[in-house]
């Protein structure tokens, strides 16, 4: 026999009588929390179950909350895949969105629980492109898009900027740094302008000194994750304590990564009085334009995510004149 | 003239050459076919799917449900071999001139 010389139960029991940290209670928590707004607990069990959650001294005492919960990974993993696939139009989504699921669910790391930053941006991009390939195939013009899916609201808005100037198709990270080998004379901006455009020091400096001593420096700088899928386009997700915090660096930040571009490129409007004005409410978005010489240089568009975060989709068009 | 495809588009095209294929298939073929220089995510591929299924070098195979999951296959239609082929004679051509002309250079690659 190979059984353990100890009673069967003393590994368990030893790992659930462990403590707890401030952090495993947190992620019950936001598990439970999960659970609710899926539909599985009632208002009265989730406050009941936080209650012990919160309060939980250990192991076992966390895993009692959740006993009777499905197995988090997927739930939640899959959960969050499905918002980012609400960015697809609902016709495509009819069709496709449960073979992408699989695929993204077959393909994702045995531990994760979100997606990366990258196949975040990945899944956008792509949204945008569908959106892009189905309009066009309606034969619209881009001016007729742009109005449709700005009445579309928060996710027609972040489409809408980018079908506004995505026109050629825009190329996926991998398709853009093949097309730039093919064609180096290709009308993409210089490198070192690039470079710049992801030089997010200066524009968090700016931000933190507006946004005072509760977001600093060091904390914005931590919490900023930039990603650049492809040359005309960065996306940029800033982490803030609460939604409010979030909201307000919404503004501190966008604008001063507008101003930063501003000065560089110089153009006519100042969208810096656009994000002044309006308060990003979370969970709505806000977009403008930056125009230059008649034409639109770049178009971004921000949103507030209720857990408070902020994302600042900036596009930058290939063709910076007016054509 | 049409234009050149796009690296990925190609690759999935080759991809599919082998036969109908699903979307999580396609993605590790086409990895493994660009020698893991090309790792293609979920949007991407399925952005570029959806092109090469409104141009018409792409089509619907079949559904399978494996372990509770919808599996979509694709296959290559005839026009889409005839692009594959003519891009696939492209690039061997340009990759010949190359070869050449390195030779002519007496460079060591």
Excluded at chain 1, 62 to 84: F, S, T
Excluded at chain 1, 116 to 129: F, N, P, S, W, Y
Excluded at chain 1, 304 to 321: K, T
């Amino acid at each position: 026999m190979t059984s353990p010389p100890q009673p069967p139960q003393t590994g368990t029991a030893m790992r659930d009588d462990l403590r707890v940290s401030e952090a495993d209670r947190d992620r019950a928590a936001a598990l439970l929390g999960d659970h609710f707004a899926a539909g599985r607990l009632t208002h009265r069990e989730l406050d009941d179950r936080l209650g012990a959650a919160l309060t939980a001294k250990t192991s076992r005492d966390l895993k009692r909350v959740l006993a009777d919960l499905p197995l988090p990974r997927n739930d939640l993993l899959e959960l969050r895949y499905r918002r980012l696939l609400a960015l697809y139009p609902a016709s495509y989504r009819h069709v496709h969105q449960d073979e992408i699921l699989a695929v993204l669910m077959t393909a994702a790391p045995a531990d994760s629980v979100r997606p990366t930053v990258a196949e975040a941006a990945d899944l956008i991009i792509g949204a945008i492109r569908v959106r892009y390939q189905l309009l066009r195939r309606a034969g619209l013009s881009w001016r007729r898009a742009v109005a449709l899916t700005l009445a579309g609201g928060l996710l027609g808005v972040l489409a809408g900027t980018v079908i506004a100037l995505a026109s050629p198709p825009l190329p996926t990270g991998a398709e853009a740094i093949m097309l730039r080998a093919a064609n180096p004379t290709l009308d993409y901006a210089r490198l070192s302008d690039t470079l710049d455009f992801m030089d997010l020091r200066v524009p968090l400096a700016r931000a933190a000194t507006r946004l005072g001593p509760q977001l600093p420096l060091p904390y914005l700088e931590a919490h900023t994750e930039a990603i650049m899928p492809t040359r005309d386009i960065v996306v940029f997700r800033v982490q803030a304590p609460s939604p409010i915090l979030a909201s307000r660096a919404a503004a501190a930040v966008g604008q001063s990564y507008i101003a930063f571009l501003n000065r560089r490129w110089r153009p006519q409007t100042d969208p810096a009085q656009v994000l002044d004005r309006a308060r990003i409410v979370p969970g709505e978005s806000l977009a403008g334009e930056i125009a230059r010489d008649g034409g639109v240089a770049a178009a971004f568009s921000v949103m507030v995510a209720a857990s408070g975060s902020l994302v600042l989709v900036l596009i930058r068009p290939r063709r910076l004149s007016t054509s | 003239m049409t234009d050149a495809l796009r690296e990925p588009s190609f690759l999935i095209l080759t991809a599919l050459a082998a036969g109908a294929q699903h979307g999580y298939g396609i993605m590790t073929d086409v990895t493994d076919i660009s020698g893991g220089r090309v790792r293609l995510r979920a949007g991407s591929l399925y952005a570029a799917l959806n092109r090469l299924t409104v141009e018409g070098l792409v089509e619907f195979d079949r559904e399978e449900i494996v372990d509770g999951r919808l599996r979509r296959y694709y296959r290559l239609t005839p026009p889409g071999a005839q692009r594959l082929k003519a891009e696939a004679d492209r690039m061997s051509q340009t990759a010949t001139v190359a070869r050449h002309r390195l030779k002519l250079l007496g460079s060591p690659a």
